[in-house]
């Protein structure tokens, strides 16, 4: 070991060592938001490592890749790199993605199957709509994945969604009573494809241990200690998995919040952390209550936003941080006049506080919210980035790259046949793959083994269709002679070569078509990180292996890892687990924050103030929540209440700096025509902890504008975008001087010196 033992539980506080050293048996750790929820998993694990329980008989499982390895980076460190390999770390579908591979032929898989991803899924749904002639205005794509993921999650198979009556009576009042039919085609034309989706991992993976017991006794033998972080956010299928799996030694540790629990739209299930007790009398529970993150005003508020929920583990999270500023309120006419003031308050805390831009966060309950704000932050030339856009690797130019790795790899993949048989183009329509498709299912055959015998169906393809279909036969059936013993990097760059890729996009002049080659550029890249990583680490380097470590990664994973001094843009689900120094929480109003999809239950409605609850807590320094008394929907202007979650916090946690402070009378009828927007920063109390700025320091780099000239009442000034105005007053001592000036035609601005570059007349 690289630490003493005596060492690390010194890094740890008494709640979080307590936690730590009680390792046998099934133990319930509640984290409250910032208290160290990952410091106990890891040091839990390190404790383990430091007690002779060997590597491989711990399994961790988290909810993202980019969890797991910072937990193994931080365990390297302590335990050793040649200890912390043998660690099984990872997200359950990476984790039983892979046991699945040694397990799988069990199911009829081979081991070399094919992760379809969400637009996989979609596209195959979409295709077999098609083929029903079913009309896909009834049939959404998007809305029957949703229902076969919301079906696997809960352990419900094709076969048995169409025998169960009450599923046929929801597909009826649905309009789509032939969903049971596309569920069970789907699931067949995905086995035959080699192929699971997401929630097959699960699925297959709750199927082999209730069909081969001596798998799962094998499994169990194995991984003697269980720790699954996030714990709230599991579903059926995962819960069942852990249960399993710690059946017989009973040594599960599961960590997390029940007040963070967001995700029951994705399956997860709050019941989990609930009832563990319930699945686990004899177990120990720790509370973590301190949080390291936030002020003690924004702890405490977020304590009274969370007690009015009644199904809670009940806690009392404290921080001993300094007192910070009051919760700021802000009070809009409309949606455009939220963005301004949010955008204005942005701009003045970024330069008056000395802040970078990506020290900001701006969120939303939908993603539709953002656009006045990317709107009203390009106004004043402030740097955003949108959290959760297109990912890197759902790029079109990147998933067609993938599609040829992935037929590399499984050539039986539907999927990747068709985004790669025509791409670059060599002449093959889409009659023709339609009539490779039509023929596969005809002959109860895959669509590949009907394109390598083309020439058996001269009825359907001439000899010019044939030998197009046969060239690109050959360029796969080429590239998978070395598939297995080319590392990936090799042998990713010798299909971009071989498929014509690289030419294709080499050749492009546009800015589109450079960005493209670009972005192939840094897929390269990344396959030689990955490759190098692999020989460092002894993991298996080739094109199989990285495609497997692709197909699983999540949002957070393919956020790329950059140092942008950028303000963050994204909705409240999306931010749970991050933190900023200031966050604003926007649209709080009850029209959309609670969600009017909630008004009519109150576990929705609990779920949705332990939102507010996770928002609130994503901020260090200073929260602000703002709301617009009119809104824009379908082209009309709407009257908008404010959020009842308002109502619900106490309000000596709350400032209102438009009012001085007061309340707004928040029932008050507005005028029936909203005030004009004005594009002049919101002014606020002035920060308090401004950096004095001394005479040795760069005015410019300092943000600063000459502003020695003295200013008196009655001076007439000019200022560059208000126009001509008289000085009304002068207040504050420098470097915090501001003037109120009477402007022609834009009213009275109280103006900080140093910014507003005034000048006399």
Request: neutral net charge; aromatic residues 10%.
């Amino acid at each position: 070991m690289q630490k003493e033992y005596s060492d690390y539980l010194n890094d740890l506080n008494e709640a979080q060592k307590l936690a730590v050293v009680s390792s046998d048996g099934p133990s319930l750790v509640i984290a409250g938001a910032g208290s160290g929820k990952t410091r106990v998993l890891t040091y839990r694990i390190v404790h383990l490592l430091n007690n002779r329980v060997p590597a491989g008989r711990i399994l961790a499982l988290t909810f993202t890749n980019k969890a797991a390895r910072e937990m193994r980076e931080r365990i390297m460190k302590i335990a050793g790199p040649e200890i912390a390999r043998y660690l099984l770390m990872g997200t359950f579908h990476s984790i039983f993605a892979k046991i699945l591979r040694m397990e799988g032929a069990k199911l009829g898989y081979k081991p070399n199957f094919t992760i379809y991803d969400s637009a996989d899924s979609k596209s195959l749904i979409r295709s077999i709509i098609k083929e029903l002639n079913l009309d896909d205005n009834v049939y959404k794509p998007g809305a029957i994945a949703s229902r076969i993921s919301s079906a696997k999650n809960s352990l419900i198979t094709a076969n048995m969604y169409a025998s169960d009556p009450s599923m046929q009576e929801n597909d009826k009042a649905s309009r789509m009573p032939l969903l049971a039919q596309i569920y069970k085609t789907y699931s067949a034309r995905c086995f035959k494809a080699n192929s699971m989706d997401f929630d097959d991992l699960l699925l297959n993976t709750n199927i082999l241990f209730r069909d081969s017991p001596e798998t799962l006794a094998a499994y169990q033998e194995r991984f003697g200690y269980i720790l699954v972080d996030e714990y709230q956010d599991t579903n059926y299928s995962q819960y069942l998995i852990v249960k399993k799996l710690a059946a017989s030694h009973r040594n599960i540790c599961v960590v997390g919040d029940d007040a963070q629990s967001i995700y029951s739209f994705r399956g997860a299930r709050i019941e989990n952390i609930l009832e563990f007790k319930n699945d686990y009398p004899e177990y120990q529970l720790f509370k973590l209550e301190q949080n390291y993150r936030s002020t003690q005003t924004i702890v405490e508020a977020a304590n009274t936003i969370i007690a009015n929920n009644d199904g809670q583990i009940k806690k009392n999270v404290f921080s001993k941080n300094e007192p910070g500023e009051k919760i700021q309120v802000f009070q809009a006419m409309t949606d455009s006049e939220e963005g301004f003031n949010i955008a204005s308050d942005i701009f003045d805390k970024h330069f008056a506080l000395r802040l970078n831009w990506s020290d900001f966060a701006i969120l939303y309950r939908t993603n539709a919210q953002s656009r006045i704000f990317e709107e009203t932050l390009r106004k004043k030339n402030i740097p955003y980035k949108i959290y959760g856009g297109l990912s890197f690797y759902e790029r079109k130019e990147i998933k067609d790259i993938l599609s040829y790795f992935r037929m590399v790899i499984n050539p039986e993949d539907e999927e990747a046949l068709k985004r790669s048989v025509n791409y670059p183009k060599r002449g093959i329509g889409d009659t023709t793959i339609d009539k490779i498709f039509e023929l596969a299912g005809a002959n109860n055959r895959t669509p590949w083994s009907i394109l390598c015998e083309a020439n058996l169906f001269p009825d359907h393809f001439n000899a010019g269709t044939q030998k197009k279909l046969f060239i690109f036969r050959d360029i796969i059936l080429n590239l998978r002679l070395s598939a297995d013993t080319s590392d990936a990097f090799t042998k990713a760059k010798e299909i971009t070569a071989v498929s014509g890729i690289m030419k294709e996009l080499r050749e492009g002049k546009s800015v589109e078509e450079v960005s493209r080659y670009e972005n192939m550029e840094e897929l390269l890249n990344a396959i030689k990180e990955f490759s190098e990583a692999a020989e460092t680490n002894g993991d298996p380097d080739t094109l199989e292996a990285y495609m497997a470590n692709v197909s699983l990664l999540t949002d957070q994973d393919s956020e790329k890892e950059e140092d942008r001094n950028t303000v963050t843009l994204m909705t409240m689900h999306s931010a749970k687990g991050l933190e900023f120094k200031h966050v604003y929480i926007v649209g709080m109003e009850d029209t959309l924050f609670p969600s009017p999809m909630s008004s009519g239950s109150s576990r929705e409605l609990e779920e949705e103030r332990r939102l507010f609850y996770v928002a609130v807590t994503r901020a260090e320094k200073q929260a602000t929540l703002s709301y617009a008394l009119n809104r824009y929907k379908w082209g009309n202007l709407e009257r908008s209440n404010p959020s009842r979650f308002l109502k619900e916090l106490d309000q000596k946690f709350l400032h209102y700096p438009q009012t001085g402070g007061k309340p707004f009378n928040a029932v008050s009828e507005p005028s029936a025509r909203p005030a004009p927007v004005s594009e002049e920063p919101l002014r606020i109390a002035r920060p308090e902890r401004l950096k004095k700025i001394t005479k040795t320091e760069n005015a410019s780099e300092a943000q600063t504008a000459v502003y020695d000239i003295a200013f008196s009442a009655g001076d007439k000034v000019e200022h560059e975008r208000f126009g001509k105005g008289v000085v009304v007053s002068i207040e504050g001592d420098a470097p915090n001087t501001t003037a109120s000036v009477k402007f022609d035609g834009s009213g009275t601005r109280k103006l900080l010196l140093r910014f507003a570059k005034l000048r006399k007349i």
